[in-house]
């Protein structure tokens, strides 16, 4: 049996799908990555920088160590273990925004909400719902692909105990901004997975332009607020959804009509 190759994995060696070379610049701190998310131009680029950033040094150890020293179930498997760039559609007309990665999940399979038990739930409701191409995902390179969807992450490194820090988001929040910067001219839904989701959300929409609602609207399950940009008043209001986290407590019926009620309002 042939070794399994080292884990975090290197930039640009291989891995299916992995938007970063051994030339893509790195963010090494909070300003770092203000001033590359803000210069990267394309959502190709974008997700290349989000890809190697190392501006948080708690969130850096923790998914490197656990890219190396692995769950017992996965130990013949090589990790990830960086940074889980924005995925899907390059044009959405829905977005969908997660909390983080899953250690052993999305930190050890390259694609965000894949790899453990609520990504199984996510993308079973997607594919029911026409967001998806397959039922399941399982890997980098399975083939599986998102019907004008994106998904992305608030924060976009597996954390410890699944609880980033307020200063861990503060400084992942302009990849986010740049996301929404750059998909914002199509898009029509955004539905945000837990409250988390729907905290970090809207100060990045009031940053790309969009009017948010003063006081800021409570999380809920089903939850629905028409957002607009007010030099695009003429255009359809964007509408974010709140959704319970995707779990084995939230029902099929529950999450489906989330994500149906988002590809209604976006005419997919």
């Not at 967001?131 to 599986?144: E, I, P, V, Y």
């Not at 939850?223 to 084995?248: F, K």
Request: contains cysteine.
């Amino acid at each position: 049996m042939s070794p399994v190759p080292p884990s975090p994995v290197p930039p640009g060696t291989g891995w299916p799908d992995d938007p970063a070379t051994a030339a893509t610049p790195v963010a090494e701190s909070a300003d770092a990555v203000r001033a590359l998310a803000a210069a990267a131009g394309t959502l190709a680029e974008l997700a290349a920088r989000q890809s190697v950033c190392r501006a948080c040094p708690r969130l850096v150890e923790w998914r490197e160590r656990i890219a190396t020293e692995k769950r017992r179930s996965f130990r013949a498997e090589r990790y990830w273990g960086r940074p889980i760039p924005g995925w899907g559609a390059e044009r959405p007309r829905v977005l969908i925004v997660g909390l983080a990665p899953a250690a052993h999940g999305g930190n050890r399979t390259g694609r965000i909400f894949t790899g453990d038990r609520s990504g199984d739930v996510l993308y079973a409701s997607l594919w029911r719902t026409g967001l998806a191409a397959q039922a399941t995902s399982t890997a980098a390179g399975d083939g599986q692909r998102l019907v004008g969807t994106r998904m992305v992450a608030a924060v976009r490194c597996a954390p410890p105990q699944n609880k980033p820090s307020m200063p861990e988001r503060d400084a992942c929040a302009p990849w986010l901004t740049a996301e929404l910067g750059l998909v914002a001219g199509g898009l029509r839904a955004v539905v945000c997975l837990g409250h988390f989701a729907w905290q970090a959300l809207w100060p990045q929409l009031g940053a790309v332009g969009f009017a948010v609602p003063r006081p800021r609207p409570p999380f809920g399950h089903g939850a629905e607020v028409p957002v607009r940009r007010p030099d695009r008043e003429a255009e359809p209001p964007v509408l974010v959804i709140g959704c319970y986290h995707p779990s084995q407590q939230i029902t099929d019926v529950m999450l489906d009509e989330v994500f149906r009620r988002a590809r209604r309002h976006s005419g997919l």
